[in-house]
């Protein structure tokens, strides 16, 4: 079983009283996260983005392949970019531009709850657009060569620790997701092995920020948890 290197492994002693402490004061800080539409210009600390991204790579992931690229954009020619590509398919996707909406109708009816629409200034506005990619191939050594595991998963899990820690350094983020988002890759500067995930827009509410109140409403635990 254990013939490969091993490294000892343990946590800090805790009570139980400590646990749950710990575990609801977490709780009640990842309840204060919103999704987050309307962002100032105002500066965010670098070094608050790069430990948010260091907590992301720390993620569970397909044998430890760290499937991952977190391409980091600041400048604001590459994020006036980045605004006008990602709004010209959306306005393809809600029929902004004259013809069919790409989105079912049903699809555009749940959407006008959360008000959104084609338009994405916040994609110029946020200091930070952190664009997450998944390496189909690639595994440790990043060369578009070896196979990896558990891709979606492994991305998935560590955009969740991304915006936790975002959240914990009191910075917004919205996850915005144009479809389909392959010009991300050249916008980037990445490999043709990599797809584009999501972009984690990041930065300070604007001062007259509001977030939809059907966002607001969470499922209680006996909806989302069963016990068996
Ligand atoms: N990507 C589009 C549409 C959109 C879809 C869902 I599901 C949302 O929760 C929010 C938006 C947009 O960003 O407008």
Redesign the pocket.
């Given at each position: 079983m254990r013939d490969h290197e091993t490294v000892p492994y343990s946590l800090a002693a805790m009570s139980d009283e400590e646990s749950v402490a710990r575990a609801q004061a977490l709780r009640d800080r990842l309840k204060q996260r919103r999704?987050c539409r309307y962002f100032s210009d105002a500066p965010a600390p670098r070094e608050a983005i790069e430990a948010a991204i260091e907590a992301a790579g720390t993620a569970p992931n397909g044998a430890n392949h760290q499937p991952w690229h977190f391409a980091v954009v600041e400048s604001l020619e590459r994020k006036r970019a980045i605004r006008e590509a990602?709004e010209a398919e959306?306005r393809r996707?809600?029929g902004a531009d004259g013809d069919d909406p790409k989105?079912s109708e049903e699809?555009l009816g749940?959407?006008r709850d959360?008000g959104?629409?084609?338009d994405?200034p916040f994609l110029e506005t946020a200091p930070y657009l952190i664009v997450v990619f998944a390496q189909r191939k690639g595994g440790i050594e990043e060369d578009g060569q070896t196979q990896n595991y558990y891709v979606n998963e492994s991305v998935g899990i560590a955009c969740g620790m991304l915006i936790a820690t975002l959240h914990e350094a009191g910075l917004a983020t919205l996850t915005?997701?144009?479809?389909p988002m392959g010009f991300l890759r050249e916008a980037c500067e990445r490999p043709e092995w990599e797809k584009p995930v999501m972009i984690v827009v990041v930065g300070r509410p604007a001062i007259d920020a509001t977030v939809p109140a059907k966002a607001t409403r969470k499922k209680p635990l006996s909806q989302i948890a069963s016990w068996l």
């Open positions: 999704s990602a959306e996707f809600y989105a699809w749940t959407l959360l959104t629409d084609a994405k915005h997701t144009p479809s």
